[in-house]
């Protein structure tokens, strides 16, 4: 047996450990957790008030609560789990797929990893009381690179790479893409339906604030401003400033909260 086979049929032992995907559905319910705490942070914004509407908002929300801070500990290490579940997927999992699907599905379990990373990385600094402050440090960034040559160019890809992929995830929601990875045969028939209907608004909602997010990151390329560079925080207050502002930002708020809800569909049913 060679050294790759070998190493091969020991991260997918590893990838299949119980203990592993105990944490990682333990950790699916806090990434619920996250998008309901967005929804309600959109939902502020929506009313006027001031908050910041990402995800180092959504964590302080949580720790300001009784016993927050543990539960943003939790969090943090639900999605680290979370982290190297995605990591063992895209070394050597998706064998259920051939060919450029798996291809492609390894990709996207590589950024999910990096994704899930930052957002653990993100919840332990809130829960030791260090303000990540994502927005300036993104627009820090985006400063810096504009000021480099070709760095109006580099962040411009990177706005329309975010804009592509919160296009995809309005598609993955539309088309039910979702549902493949859902362990069907153990759900009743009212537990699908209602997984499908918050996979596809949660997913639609979600992908369309990620589209507007990367939409600003490539207007700063354009117009050489670092302050239109301002994530997720930047997205939901661009909708509120909108004629249908309002109602743009209630739709946002509820689709946060039914992917949340989706979430705890994941947690118990998703293929780990």
């Not at 502020?44 to 720790?63: C, E, H, K, P, T």
């Not at 990591?87 to 291809?103: K, N, P, Q, S, W």
């Not at 069907?184 to 699908?192: I, N, Q, T, V």
């Not at 239109?228 to 708020?253: E, F, I, N, R």
Request: aromatic share 8%; net charge positive.
């Amino acid at each position: 047996m060679s050294l790759t086979s070998t190493a091969r049929r020991t991260a997918q032992a590893a990838g299949r450990s119980t203990a592993l995907e105990n944490l990682t559905r333990a950790g699916l319910i806090g990434y619920g957790l996250l998008h309901l705490a967005v929804g309600w942070l959109a939902l502020q914004i929506a009313n006027g008030r001031s908050a910041r509407g990402d995800q180092s908002g959504a964590f302080r929300l949580l720790a300001a609560q009784p016993f927050g801070r543990a539960l943003v500990w939790a969090i943090a290490g639900g999605l680290l789990a979370m982290a190297i579940w995605q990591l063992f997927e895209a070394a050597v999992g998706h064998v259920g797929e051939r060919g450029a699907r798996r291809t492609l599905e390894r990709i996207v379990s590589a950024g999910r990893t990096v994704a899930y990373v930052a957002l653990s990385a993100t919840a332990a600094q809130v829960a030791v009381g260090v303000d990540p402050a994502t927005g300036s440090h993104q627009r820090e960034a985006t400063s810096g690179l504009l000021g480099r040559d070709g760095g109006p160019w580099l962040v411009g890809i990177v706005g329309i790479a975010v804009t592509v992929v919160g296009l995809v995830l309005v598609g993955h929601g539309i088309t039910k893409g979702f549902v493949r990875h859902l362990r069907r045969d153990r759900m009743s028939a009212a537990e699908l339906r209602a997984a499908v209907l918050a996979g596809q608004l949660g997913y639609a909602a979600k992908g369309a604030v990620y589209a507007v997010a990367g939409v600003l990151v490539t207007s700063a390329a354009i117009t050489f401003d670092p302050a239109k560079s301002t994530g997720l925080d930047g997205a939901l207050h661009t909708l509120a400033q909108q004629p249908l502002g309002y109602g743009l930002l209630l739709a946002a708020a509820a689709g946060f909260a039914v992917f949340g809800v989706y979430c705890y569909f994941q947690a118990r049913y998703r293929k780990v």
